[in-house]
């Protein structure tokens, strides 16, 4: 089953809760519908990666192209109630569409089948596609959002690059004696 968010309005990715215990959503709009599903941070953090890569080789593609426009509003970039989510992304892709110029990211549902009994003598299970149909800019947009998304979360240690939790953390630079 695919969705089509073609155009969507709106999207964004964005965490709730509190720093270290921060979930990830992706969430896209169209003029009739919003479609929210979960994401990893680790998947905000590799799309960011993929995004600046993936606009590197389109420009080398197509050098006519006008840059994009990645200046955001961060009212824009929060996700609207009610944070619903309809599945768990796994796979990501990136695609671009050189006639209609849109980005298309293809969002692919995590499924826990394999290593579940119940459905080793089933069909070939089919999980859902979410294709999130954007301009350039909003995609240039959610590259750039994200990377401060991803800096609000718990700081790092400056000794041993760890995280820091509200409660602070033992070092293992200082041998675990000293939280700081
Ligand atoms: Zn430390």
Same mark, same amino acid.
């Given at each position: 089953?695919?969705?089509? %968010? #073609? ?5 964004? !990715? +964005? ?9 990830? @959503?992706? =969430? ?18 590799s799309l960011v990666v ?6 590197e080789n389109l420009h ?31 796979? %990501? #892709? ?5 006639? !209609? +110029? ?9 499924? @826990?089948? =394999? ?44 000794l041993c690059n760890e ?18």
């Amino acid at each position: 089953m695919d969705i089509d %968010l #073609n155009p969507c309005i709106k999207i964004t !990715i +964005d965490a709730i809760g509190k720093p270290g215990q921060r979930t990830f @959503f992706i =969430q896209g709009e169209t003029e009739s519908e919003t479609i929210t599903l979960l994401f990893e941070k680790i998947q905000v953090q590799s799309l960011v990666v993929a995004l600046l890569k993936f606009f590197e080789n389109l420009h080398q593609k197509y050098p006519d192209l006008t840059p994009e426009n990645g200046e955001y509003i961060e009212e824009n970039m929060k996700i609207a109630p009610p944070v619903d989510p309809l599945f768990r992304v796994g796979e %990501l #892709n990136l695609t671009y569409e050189s006639d !209609i +110029d849109k980005v298309c990211l293809v969002t692919k549902e995590i499924l @826990f089948t =394999q290593d579940d009994p119940n459905f080793q003598n089933s069909s070939f299970q089919e999980g859902r596609t979410v294709n999130f149909w954007c301009t350039r800019d909003q995609i240039s947009q959610l590259a750039n959002w994200c990377v401060i998304l991803l800096q609000q979360g718990r700081p790092i240690c400056p000794l041993c690059n760890e995280p820091i939790g509200p409660e602070g953390h033992l070092c293992p630079k200082k041998n675990g004696h000293k939280k700081h």
